[in-house]
């Protein structure tokens, strides 16, 4: 069972350039989000996803895109990279009367 | 404000020793408080999950302890071990509310 997972691991983008984190989840779970983690601060929401089709905004949305095509999987879009985007990035699913959330091993993007 | 606040921001413990870590949130209303361990360079993976009315829950060596009217938990390491090193989040979900909000985390470190 492969859970949640994310591509890249890694990443080094100059400013400006653009890019796509990947995350695909094979539990058939309605519920899918990103988050970045930054030091010394709880992970924050950036978009998420209740169902395919459907997307929203979350706390720190600005400078991100996501959608959902299909139940599986999430792509967020950094449409023009930004220092202040060097962060780590989480994809979490989960199923919609769920409480436990799956996150991915994340993804460590630094903006040069 | 951060709605979550986890305390001690750091600790170090030597092996075998116990240790208590600290969550007071203000998210109100209240529909269940977790406990995640997320280890350097991994995604958060959940140890407990209490709603309202439990006071107490166990995973193994961890024990989560919830006072819903001070709004405080505590996650408490029993014997520790190498592999309990690791940053410990607490993550509280407000009733009717997809959003959960994410403490900073406590990160223990265990000496043999």
């Known amino acids: 069972n492969a859970g949640v997972t994310q591509t890249p691991k890694f990443q080094v983008l100059k400013t400006g350039q653009s890019m796509t984190l990947q995350c695909a989840q094979d539990m058939n779970h309605e519920y899918m989000s990103w988050y970045r983690q930054d030091p010394g601060m709880g992970l924050r929401l950036i978009h998420y996803?209740?169902?395919?089709?459907?997307?929203d905004q979350g706390e720190v949305p600005n400078g991100y895109n996501v959608s959902r095509s299909t139940t599986e999987d999430f792509p967020l879009r950094l449409l023009s990279a930004a220092p202040s985007q060097t962060s780590v990035y989480f994809c979490?699913?989960?199923?919609?009367?769920?409480?436990?959330?799956?996150f991915g091993e994340g993804s460590w993007l630094t903006v040069v | 404000k951060n709605q979550v606040e986890q305390s001690p921001q750091s600790l170090i413990i030597l092996e075998g020793k116990n240790c208590t870590l600290q969550c007071n949130y203000t998210v109100s209303p209240f529909s269940n408080l977790r406990w995640y361990k997320q280890d350097t360079g991994r995604g958060p993976v959940s140890l407990t999950i209490?709603?309202?009315?439990?006071n107490t829950k166990s995973n193994g060596r961890y024990t989560a302890t919830l006072d819903a009217d001070t709004k405080q938990s505590s996650l408490h390491i029993t014997a520790s071990q190498l592999s309990d090193s690791a940053s410990y989040i607490c993550?509280?979900?407000?009733?009717?509310?997809?959003?959960?909000?994410f403490g900073a985390g406590t990160t223990v470190t265990v000496r043999a």
């Open positions: 979490a699913s989960r199923v919609a009367s769920g409480n436990t959330i799956y």
């Open positions: 209490m709603t309202f009315s439990e």
């Open positions: 993550v509280v979900r407000g009733s009717n509310d997809y959003k959960l909000s």
């Open positions: 996803s209740v169902g395919a089709g459907i997307t």
